[in-house]
């Protein structure tokens, strides 16, 4: 059965940091490609960052290039998103997302992904 499990968020004050994790399991055709996804009140969901099946390909939208840093350990079916210089904006529910055929590539469609966590909430306050 497959599964997706974020954790990692929370409460922080502008400037800081926040790492998530995505524990996949039940994946059987490989190492999918994840993406990072967020949610805002009132907002669309939007693409933050994905990663591909074995760090070959990344993306980050606009709003947090060179700010926040995907990256993966097969070893621990685990993916972070490692959130630095955190700003009010960032506030959101985020939710890790999978597309179970492994590739070298990823895309922040999100319709390409099948299976999704729970989300998590980030609160940017201070």
């Known amino acids: 059965q497959v599964q997706l499990v974020e954790s990692g968020g929370g409460l922080v004050q502008p400037g800081g940091s926040l790492r998530l994790s995505c524990a996949a399991s039940?994946?059987?055709?490989?190492?999918?490609?994840i993406g990072w996804f967020r949610q805002a009140p009132g907002k669309e969901r939007e693409g933050v960052s994905c990663?591909?099946?074995?760090?070959?390909?990344?993306y980050y939208a606009d709003s947090v290039k060179g700010r926040f840093t995907i990256s993966r350990d097969n070893g621990k079916n685990t993916v972070y998103l490692q959130m630095n210089s955190l700003k009010p904006e960032d506030t959101a529910v985020y939710y890790c997302?999978?597309?179970?055929?492994?590739?070298?590539?990823?895309?922040?469609?999100?319709?390409?992904?099948?299976?999704w966590g729970q989300g998590t909430q980030v609160t940017v306050s201070s």
């Open positions: 997302a999978a597309d179970p055929y492994p590739s070298t590539y990823c895309n922040n469609d999100y319709y390409s992904y099948h299976y």
């Open positions: 990663i591909s099946s074995s760090e070959e390909s990344t």
């Open positions: 039940g994946f059987s055709l490989g190492y999918p490609v």
